[in-house]
Structures are given as C-alpha cells and as structure tokens.
C-alpha cells in the first residue's frame, strides 16, 4: 500500500498570499496518477488536479500540480477567501487506491 | 450529467448493517466504476472499495473484507453499499464517487451520507 504523507498539517495565510502544499508518497506513483481534492466543510471533495498536473474542468489557473515520483506539490497563487479549506492528495497508481492526510490551509 | 444523489442519514445500533444507496443521473451510468470513500468525524479519507459497470467485480479494501457488500441496480442507476457488523468507529460520512476504471481518480461525489454507531 502506498502511504502518502501530506505537509504541513496547517498553512495560516492571509488572503492574496501564496500556498505550496507537499505530497510524499512511500513508494514512486505509477505514471504521475496523482489527484488533488479541496474539501470544505460539510461539502464532498472537489477535483482540483489529476496526473499530478493537469486541471480539472472549470478550476482556476491560480491552482497548479507539480512532481513525479514520491514528491508532488499544489501550489496556490494569490488565495481567494473561497480557497481556505482542506486540501487532499490521492494516488490512484495502484491498488489500494489511498488519501493524504490533508493538510488545512486557515485564514492567519 | 454526473449528478450521484445519496440517501439519508442513518442511525444503527453497534452489530447492526447499513445499506447506502447512490443514483446516477444521465444515461452514462452503465459505462462507470462507482467507488465509496467514508471519512470519520474530523479525519480523513479512507477508501472502502468499487463496484464495476457490470457489476460483476467488486475489489474491496482489506479492511472492509468479510463485511461490506457493493452491488448495482442498472434499472433504476443507483448502486448500494451494504457494511455488516457495525461499531462506533464505522460512524463516519460515507461518500459515492464516480470513477472510470479500477484505479481511478474521482470527478464526481454524493453528497455524503452520514451513518452514526451508537448504542
């Protein structure tokens, strides 16, 4: 089972600042199937990015996935008040399919 | 198109089974792989298992083997998921997702349902 850490737990940020969001995975993630979720509050995940860098349809240009391998990141430019939320890395390589932990970016 | 719509919140004695549904809208039902994903109050994701278009293959999470059943009604587009023997740590929200192969990503989710273990 691939294990994927996510770091830092929390990221406090004003809104218009920068996010980076980091991703491990314990062992390489076949052909970069790499997703990231938003999840807010009593909402079901939303799609960001899939195959570590590719936007979802309808997510802005302000979200962006990086990396391959065990070492992926998202990165937020310029956050919106919309963009606090949770935030959740997936690989979907191989079986089982498995979840970061997430990782809370709050408004400081 | 790509709408899945969960049922209720449910409440269960420990021991007891839950069965949750989710129906598709749209006429692509019958081509995608329905996953469930349940997240526990205050953590993560954690996912359960899948259930195939034909519904003929259904690989389950280790954890869950023994005790979680998936199955699919392509007349009416909803898929179930059945979870026997049930304790406290099984209260959680439990989410359908639409996938497109055995390992997949999710583009589409349920609402949640919650399902709540007490005595």
């Known amino acids: 089972e691939i294990v994927l850490t996510q770091s830092p737990g929390t990221l406090s940020l004003s809104p218009g600042e920068g996010a980076t969001l980091s991703c491990r995975a314990s062992q390489s993630v076949s052909s970069s199937y790499l997703a990231w979720y938003q999840q807010k509050p009593g909402q079901a995940p939303r799609l960001l990015i899939y195959g570590a860098s590719n936007r979802a349809t309808g997510i802005p240009d302000r979200f962006s996935g990086s990396g391959s391998g065990t070492d992926f990141t998202l990165s937020i430019n310029r956050l919106e008040p919309e963009d606090f939320a949770v935030y959740y890395c997936?690989?979907?390589?191989?079986?089982?399919?498995?979840f970061g932990g997430g990782t809370k970016v709050e408004i400081k | 198109q790509g709408q899945l719509v969960q049922s209720g919140a449910e409440v269960k004695k420990p021991g007891a089974s839950v069965k949750v549904s989710c129906k598709a809208s749209g006429n692509t039902f019958t081509i995608y792989y329905i996953h469930w994903v349940r997240q526990a109050p205050g953590q993560g994701l954690q996912w359960m298992g899948l259930i195939n278009p034909s519904g003929d293959t259904t690989p389950y999470a280790q954890k869950f083997q023994g005790r979680i059943t998936m199955t699919r009604d392509t007349s009416t587009r909803t898929v179930y998921m059945e979870l026997s023997s049930l304790t406290s740590e099984d209260t959680a929200v439990y989410y359908c997702a639409r996938g497109d192969g055995y390992k997949s990503l999710f583009d589409y989710w349920g609402q949640g349902t919650l399902v709540t273990v007490s005595s």
């Open positions: 997936q690989q979907y390589g191989s079986s089982p399919l498995t």
